[in-house]
């Protein structure tokens, strides 16, 4: 791989993984668009590893409190608004987790091609087009119940199909339940940072059992640096977005990839 393909697929991670794109869809159909190679696990993990650090920088306040208030209920001390966010992240991250761990790697495989990527980018867009319909937009991060967390944990366990995405899944869920679109999005992002590390943590694993090394080290390193990088620019953007518009433009975007993936593909491209 050269730099310049990694600097690609880099920005191409950090732009995708917390917009509600869906990163999985285009790091599948880039490399099948430019006629590159896969990159491999080794490289999915260095792009993963830079938008886990982007998104820990980026709330890096909110993980203190987050962490400090987790802490505090080892002590009894359970009636603080931080540690009921605490307890909600990790019980809404339990489906994510669970949905990871046993089927990740037989959806990916048996769901990558690109009409089905096409489909799912269409089909998704007009979910969450349904969710800015009906939602009514109302409830705050600290009104999050129990029922609202699980539901948006759920929700993100879908997102192992390539094409419906992390962030999109989420976020679509958060709307249905009637939560602003900047704390769905906030709430989402709080879901990503433990499924992320556990996903990286998951395929290091699978790299040393199967040997996998690091022949040329540039490319990961300005994959990481790059993801990151993106990233960090994704979720401020994100961010500060939500808070003064809908998500059509992501809707927008979605549907044209999708009817362009699909017309390339049934034309007999690659």
């Known amino acids: 791989m050269s730099v310049l393909q990694a600097i ?5 991670q950090g732009l995708t993984e917390f917009l509600p794109i869906s990163s999985t869809a285009h ?4 490399p099948w668009f430019m006629g590159w190679p896969d990159p491999g696990l080794a490289f999915d993990v260095a792009l993963h590893l830079g938008t886990l650090v982007a998104l820990l920088i980026y709330f890096r306040a909110d993980w203190i409190v987050l962490i400090t208030s987790a802490l505090g209920l080892l002590r009894g001390r359970t009636q603080s608004p931080d540690a009921r966010m605490a307890m909600l992240i990790v019980a809404a991250t339990i489906p994510g987790a669970a949905a990871g761990a046993l089927f990740e790697h037989k959806v990916e495989d048996a769901l990558r091609a690109p009409q089905l990527i096409g489909l799912m980018l269409i089909v998704m867009a007009l979910v969450l087009v349904a969710a800015e319909a009906v939602g009514q937009r109302k409830k705050s991060l600290n009104e999050i119940s129990w029922g609202d967390a699980l539901t948006i944990g759920v929700a993100q366990a879908f997102a192992i199909v390539p094409g419906v995405s992390r962030s999109g899944s989420t976020i679509t869920a958060g709307l249905f339940l009637n939560m602003k679109r900047d704390a769905a999005a906030r709430f989402s992002f709080y879901l990503s940072a433990p499924i992320i590390a556990g996903a990286v943590g998951k395929k290091m694993i699978d790299i040393l059992r199967s040997g996998l090394g690091l022949e040329q080290l540039s490319p990961f390193i300005v994959g990481i640096i790059v993801s990151g990088i993106v990233g960090y620019l994704a979720i401020a953007f994100l961010m500060r977005y939500l808070q003064t518009h809908n998500t059509f433009l992501f809707v927008f975007y ?4 999708g009817i362009v993936v699909l017309l390339a593909f049934y034309s007999g491209f690659r």
Not at 27 to 30: C, D, F
């Open 8 to 12: 690609v697929f880099g920005a191409v």
């Open 27 to 30: 790091l599948i159909l880039l």
């Open 254 to 257: 979605r549907i044209v990839l």
